[in-house]
């Protein structure tokens, strides 16, 4: 019930408010590739281990020197600082709704922007890796991610690449709404130095490379999925606090 009603929702404020990538802005990419980095999260919340999506996309700003650039975009539902990393023009975005309805403000940037859904790059967290562990997915399902679920809903099609950013699962009686609605703790904070660091590499990886083996449709995600590999760098999560990098076949 709570999925039917969350996409109730995320088509009633799609409703009206998607256009074509035309316009001023629009034409303002109109050489170059483009691509779209999206840091899933809550607004209010960026401590968060759940909106480790946007600690990850203010580090990715800070390393491109455009840090101070962030402005709202009522358009967007979110804010954006838009720059180039070589010839590829970047739009960031921070979504400024809740989780649950990310993929509200990542379809109208997408539209308003002229940018396909396998050029949009989703980055978020993920429970089922523990924290110091990254993993680069070339498309497929959401793995029970509402942010994640959101955004496939509103682009209709799930072939988005995502960082995924592991923040392990709660130990303990510890649910897992408290556990990802939580901040880092000060032993994991300065695991998470190393993570942003390894994370902001990764995405500019992925940015620089033109010729990446991500999906080339922007309809029928499931099969182009199946036909992707996930890009993987690994390293060892018990040396100190350096973060490994790691993807899944």
């Known amino acids: ?11 009633v404020q799609l409703s009206g408010n998607l256009t074509p990538g035309t ?21 209010g ?27 709202g975009d009522k358009h967007v539902s979110g804010e954006v600082i838009v720059s180039e990393v070589q010839h590829t023009h970047v739009v960031l975005l921070r979504p400024k709704l809740l989780m649950n309805i990310n993929g509200v403000s990542v379809a109208k940037a997408a539209g308003k922007y002229g940018i ?34 959101s955004c496939v809903d509103c682009l209709h099609t799930d072939v988005m690449p995502r960082l995924r950013v592991g923040i392990g699962r ?4 510890t ?14 904070q300065k695991i998470l130095k190393s993570v942003l660091v390894q994370s902001v590499d990764l995405l500019l990886t992925q ?32 040396q100190e606090s350096s973060a490994a990098a790691a993807a899944e076949s």
């Open 1 to 11: 019930m709570r999925r039917l009603l969350t996409s109730v929702v995320n088509r």
């Open 116 to 149: 396909k859904p396998e050029d949009i790059l989703l980055v978020h967290d993920e429970l089922d890796k523990p924290l110091g562990k990254i993993a680069v997915k070339h498309g497929g399902s959401a793995r029970g991610h509402n942010g994640v679920r």
């Open 23 to 43: 316009g001023t802005e629009a034409g303002t990419h109109g050489h170059g590739g483009r691509k779209l980095v999206v840091g899933l999260g809550n607004p």
């Open 207 to 238: 940015l620089t490379h033109q010729d990446s083996q991500s999906p080339t449709s922007p309809v029928g995600g499931r099969r182009a999925a199946k036909k992707s590999r996930d890009r993987e760098r690994s390293g060892s999560p018990a």
């Open 45 to 71: 919340m960026e401590a968060t281990r759940h909106s480790v999506g946007m600690a990850v996309l203010g580090a990715l700003a800070a390393r491109l020197g455009v840090a101070d650039r962030w402005r």
């Open 170 to 173: 709660p130990t303990g009686n």
């Open 175 to 188: 649910s897992v709404d408290r556990h990802v609605l939580g901040r880092f703790t000060l032993e994991e």
